[in-house]
């Protein structure tokens, strides 16, 4: 049986990959929901993906204007959850 503890930081860690993952969420949403930067992030899903994935994902962040707010011209409505 897991611990609440343990299922929330699932979750919570969850939400980040799922984030990552979104082609539209630029890293700025990431840290303004939870606080983390970039670099956390390229952490947290090199340590919760397998290799491949990880490799998958650099590939594709890699550059992405719409990853990174500052470069984006994106004017798409932001959910407030983000």
């Known amino acids: ?22 082609d539209r969420t630029p890293f700025d949403a990431i840290e303004y929901q939870f606080g983390i930067k970039e670099n956390e992030v390229r952490k947290i899903m090199r340590t919760h993906l397998k290799e491949s994935s990880f490799k998958l994902w650099r590939k ?23």
């Open 1 to 22: 049986m897991c611990s609440s503890g343990a299922h929330y930081e699932e979750d919570y860690y969850d939400r980040i990959i799922e984030m990552a993952w979104e």
């Open 60 to 82: 594709r962040v890699k550059g992405r204007k719409t990853k990174h707010s500052k470069t984006s011209e994106s004017n798409r409505f932001k959910s407030s959850n983000q």
